[in-house]
């Protein structure tokens, strides 16, 4: 059952959050659009490779990574997008696209974006394409412990 993995672990840690359904949708827009909530609360996760190690770039849904200033930050040699086939295995328990920002849970850095930590609250995919789970800013960041960067622009 998709979700289960991050909401076993939020209740673990006694975080307050609400689980929102929504009608079937892919991307982070579509996402906001069908659950009406704002695009710059919802958390979209993009796997990207830092050096080879698989991590997790989160920023709001109408964003997309600035590569140069993602390596810049990181003082990285290479930084690149990474393929579905090559990281859905770490995945067993998400559809494919839908994993929730939580790399902790799944053994991966998470770096997320300034303008996503500068909000209150946060959404992101529960692992499926129809549901959201939405909570605390300060409660995600202090179970997650992201490095904070600037590294996302507007599309």
């Known amino acids: 059952m998709p979700g289960r993995k991050v909401k076993e672990f939020l209740d673990a840690a006694g975080v307050k959050y609400v689980t ?51 390596k810049k930050a990181l003082g990285a040699n ?8 090559a990281f859905i295995s770490r995945f067993p328990d998400c559809d494919t696209g839908a994993m929730p920002p939580f790399g902790n849970l799944y053994d991966m850095p998470v770096y997320v974006d300034s303008q996503l930590a500068a909000d209150d609250e946060i959404a992101f995919n529960a692992g499926s394409h129809t549901e959201l789970i939405r909570m605390a800013y300060a409660d995600y960041e202090r179970l997650v412990r992201p490095t904070v960067l600037m590294f996302a622009c507007a599309i």
């Open 20 to 70: 929102v359904t929504h009608s079937e949708a892919f991307t982070a827009q579509e996402i906001a659009a069908t659950s009406h909530i704002s695009g710059s609360e919802i958390a979209k996760t993009v796997m990207v490779a830092i050096d080879g190690v698989m991590s997790m770039a989160v920023m709001t849904a109408p964003s997309e990574i600035d590569f140069h200033l993602l």
């Open 78 to 85: 290479r930084v690149e997008l990474m393929d579905e086939d």
